[in-house]
């Protein structure tokens, strides 16, 4: 692969200064700061690419290097050998030089400000939420004095050209009505549509309108922020990668996708069923192009058979009309907008939603953990859809994570087990997942994962 062999890069927008305790971390190579900003650097410089592999990208570049060194008007960063398609005429594009520091800014923040300095409560949901808030905004993506118009977007990598086509249409259809897109940042349907509303935005002559990509560092490298992410913020863990969407979001769109769609589902499911959140306006909405149809019937069908009817009644199934989407996300955002005047709640964080302390713990998927998931009809349904959140957080770890795949690699396939009816409902909806292409972008898949 062609490189850069060396160059010099300065903020445009933020981050202009750092201590020197800071710079110090981040220019030690045996610092765990400096190995994470260096993997996640990697993964905005490869913006653009449509390879999901991780472990490649590692070993295509493994002389890639960075470090931010002082100097008298502020900082700047040194880096070597880094992907040529992040250049052009030998300057590093625009986009991409702001998500570099945006990466710089989030991880110099949550590691000094939070993990290093202990000043925020870990121990406690509150905490939590609060540190979600803080690190959110502290890279300027919780936006006061808006109302409530975030349109998040759910939906897999690896899509077909017709299922991407038609997350355009509907990116276009939101974007005539002036709402911005979240999305997990990468490619597919992540990046359909936030291409299709900046056509919208285009048309009603909407300048500021926002892209945003959130992610965390371990599924960065795999999934490369989309060249139309305008504002990108990269949160410690998945699971505040989650809470971090659903208390932006004012409405939530899902795209056909694979493992990892079927986790941001289920977590939110999981919400939405806890007792505390009855009422709480959350649009959802299924949606996908004629010929995907069936994508739906099967995640509807395994939805009520591992989780029940009451499940299904928190979002509705719209097929091959994207102009119907938007127009259901219009009445919904108006209900959130009514019920947030009401109790006096930010537009800008939904405080109100009740997330289990359980919900918000980060899972570590190695192979004990998987194997001792409670996969059992034995616990309230907001519950089991927590611990099937965690099976699937996995089982994406084993596709596309660097840890996940190193460790299927040292100890073979994780292992699942439970109810055989759970069991028999994870199995028919993870096979059509394979027979549809939906857990990698390139290659043959081979299982991570043994039911």
């Known amino acids: 692969m062609e490189k850069i062999k060396r160059v010099f890069i300065r903020p445009n927008s933020s981050l202009n200064l750092l201590s020197h305790r800071e710079i110090d971390g981040l220019s030690n190579p045996d610092n765990q700061i400096h190995a994470l900003f260096k993997q996640c650097a990697l993964a905005v410089l490869n913006t653009g690419a449509e390879d999901d592999d991780a472990t490649k990208l590692t ?57 290093s300095g202990g000043r925020f409560d870990f121990s406690s949901g509150d905490g939590i939420t609060d540190a979600v808030f803080r690190i959110l905004r502290n890279a300027g993506v919780v936006k006061p004095n808006r109302a409530p118009n975030l349109m998040v977007c759910w939906g897999g990598h690896a899509i077909q050209r017709n299922e991407y086509d038609y997350t355009k249409d509907v990116g276009y259809q939101l974007g005539l009505r002036g709402f911005d897109i979240a999305t997990g940042c990468g490619v597919g349907a992540m ?35 989309n060249p139309t992410v305008n504002e990108l913020v990269v949160l410690p863990d998945i699971e505040k990668r989650l809470e971090a969407f659903v208390r932006l979001s004012h409405c939530i769109i899902v795209f056909p996708g694979g493992a ?26 299924f949606t996908a192009p004629q010929e995907s149809a069936d994508y739906f019937k099967l995640l509807d069908a395994f939805i009520a058979d591992t989780l029940g009817e009451q499940a299904q009644s928190f979002y509705q199934i719209i097929i091959g009309d994207p102009e119907k989407v938007a127009i259901q996300c219009s009445q919904g ?5 009514k019920h947030r005047r009401l109790t006096n709640e930010s537009y800008a964080y939904n405080w109100l939603l009740t997330i ?19 996969l059992d009809r034995e616990q309230p349904p907001h519950l089991l859809a927590a611990e099937l959140r965690r099976a699937f957080s996995g089982i994406v770890a084993g596709n596309v994570k660097a840890c996940g795949i190193e460790r299927v690699k040292a100890h073979g396939p994780f292992q699942l087990q439970g109810d055989k009816s759970l069991i028999h409902a994870l199995n028919d909806l993870l096979s059509n997942f394979v027979k549809q292409g939906r857990m990698k972008i390139k290659g043959a898949y081979k299982p991570c994962y043994k039911l």
């Open 59 to 115: 070993e295509a570049f493994s002389d890639f290097s960075i470090r931010a060194i002082p100097e008298s008007r502020g900082i700047k960063l040194v880096v070597e050998n880094a992907p040529a398609h992040a250049f052009v005429n030998g300057r590093m594009i625009n986009g991409i030089q702001d998500h570099l520091f945006s990466v710089l800014r989030d991880i110099v923040y949550t590691h000094h400000k939070i993990t």
């Open 356 to 374: 289990p302390h359980e919900m918000q713990q980060p899972f570590d998927p190695s192979h004990d953990n998987m194997r001792n998931l409670k």
């Open 333 to 337: 955002i108006e209900k959130v907008h």
């Open 260 to 285: 990892g769609t079927a986790e941001e589902v289920l977590f939110l499911l999981g919400l939405l069923m806890h007792p505390d959140n009855r009422d709480i306006p959350m649009p959802l909405i």
């Open 191 to 225: 990046k359909g549509p936030m291409k299709g509303a900046v056509i919208g935005h285009g048309k009603q002559q909407i300048r500021n309108g926002r892209y945003l990509g959130i992610t965390e560092p371990g599924i960065i490298a795999s999934e490369s922020p």
